[in-house]
């Protein structure tokens, strides 16, 4: 018996809809993936952490600043300078509670016409927003992220979050004057970022003592403290942990200023700077830290940075510099035990978060590569982020035996994998170390 066409094809649909409706076969959805999820190829310290994270919001203030930006005469006014912060930390979550929160952030630009005009977008993340302290094991080391110019606390929510998972109390600046959304004159980034990350440091070290009253009370331990800074963050870390500034840097600032003196107390040898110097940050990251090609550091001021440094660069940096820019910062920090991750054919872009979505469209260039590298899947940079940073901040914070996964005995041999490593799946990438006094 012949079917009519009509039938036969209503036979199909039906058979076809309920093979859909049985299949066990995952769905594609590409909004599943939220920054910072492991790839199939991340290496093995990317993956998340025992803890559960929980995230909060809050605003510290440094009373009595200098407000660089209203100069009058040569003379600067004071002002109270506010600090959004973001805190991800180790968390109990309640029975049956997803654990996923909304980011807020903002691309664009009020003055830049090359760029969209600024537009506030949301993100996911894996953690529950104002969830319970998980105290079992605290205190847990600090760490302060500090941001990119302009940048804001969650640009690198990929790490923070992940950080978190693994036993720390990590806290992202919002700094003032710096961010997506109140970018105004380089001269407030170039003075405020290291005293920005000190007064976060010493706000967070009361906030975390035992009688303080504050949600951190005994939960996370000041004196044990890392500091990660990408770009600018960079800049201002390299400078809070000891790496003072260079006389060129004073000049270069007085003659933005009309003469101000403000940096001053950032500049190698000067007492006000040698006596800021804190004992409780151990260790730092450096992702793309600008200013070594415009002179603000020589390498007597270099000499000043002991901790163990953990560098990570793109080798075609076009903002930061690779030769004369990150690698040679590298090269003269004499003092300090360091390694240099290096991005074969990356430029500024390794430590941010991927594009946000909104940016996949045309007329968005220029905001797209805010975040986006060329030669390179932006997740792919995050998951080997994860695994380094773990490894680094394990073996020098929490002293962990992570020290095989940064021991690469010839990292420009395609014939065995790294430590952690896929198989194949570590090409494209350079990794240094030099002892201290080396």
Not at 47 to 64: A, D, H, M, Q, S
Not at 289 to 302: F, I, K, T, Y
């Amino acid at each position: 018996m012949k079917l009519p066409a009509s039938k036969f094809l209503l036979i199909i649909v039906i058979f076809l809809l309920q093979a859909c409706a049985t299949s066990k076969a995952p769905v594609a959805d590409s909004t599943t993936f939220i920054n910072g999820d492991a790839l199939p190829d991340a290496p093995e310290l990317a993956l998340r952490g025992e803890y559960k994270v929980g995230v909060r919001t809050f605003t510290l203030v440094n009373k009595g600043q200098i407000d660089i930006l209203n100069l009058k005469n040569g003379v600067a006014p004071l002002y109270d300078r506010p600090l959004t912060v973001e805190v991800w930390y180790p968390a109990v979550i309640p029975e049956g509670k997803t654990v996923l929160t909304t980011y807020h952030d903002t691309y664009g630009s009020s003055t830049d016409s090359s760029r969209l005009p600024l537009t506030h977008f949301t993100f996911k993340g894996r953690a529950l927003r104002d969830a319970a302290p998980d105290k079992k094991a605290a205190p847990y080391p600090l760490v302060i992220v500090s941001h990119g110019y302009p940048g804001s606390r969650v640009l690198l929510s990929y790490l923070t979050e992940n950080l978190a998972s693994k036993g720390y109390v990590v806290v992202a600046i919002d700094h003032t004057e710096s961010t997506h959304s109140d970018t105004k004159g380089f001269q407030s980034t170039l003075l405020n970022r290291a005293k920005d990350i000190l007064f976060v440091l010493n706000q967070i070290g009361i906030s975390g003592k035992s009688n303080s009253g504050d949600f951190l009370a005994g939960l996370v331990d000041a004196d044990n403290t890392a500091l990660i800074g990408y770009s600018m963050g960079g800049y201002g870390v390299l400078n809070a942990a000891g790496a003072g500034y260079s006389e060129k840097m004073e000049a270069m600032f007085a003659k933005m200023t009309g003469g101000s003196k403000a940096i001053d107390v950032r500049i190698a040898g000067n007492p006000d700077f040698i006596s800021s110097m804190d004992k409780r940050i151990k260790a730092v990251v450096a992702f793309a830290p600008w200013g070594m090609q415009r002179g603000v550091w020589d390498a007597e001021g270099l000499k000043g940075l002991k901790v163990p440094t953990f560098f990570v660069a793109g080798s075609k940096d076009d903002v930061s510099g690779y030769e004369d820019g990150t690698k040679a910062i590298y090269e003269s920090s004499v003092n300090a035990n360091r390694y240099l991750l290096t991005y074969e054919n990356a430029r500024h872009n390794v430590a941010p978060n991927p594009p946000p979505a909104e940016l996949f469209k045309p007329g968005s260039f220029a905001d797209y590569y805010h975040y986006a590298e060329p030669a390179w899947d932006q997740r792919r940079i995050n998951n080997i982020n994860q695994h380094f940073v773990t490894a680094f901040l394990g073996v020098y914070i929490q002293h962990k035996d992570f020290s095989k996964y940064l021991s690469v005995a010839d990292s420009t041999s395609s014939s065995k994998s790294w430590p952690g490593f896929k198989p194949r799946s570590f090409v494209g990438l350079q990794l240094l170390h030099q002892p201290a006094g080396e």
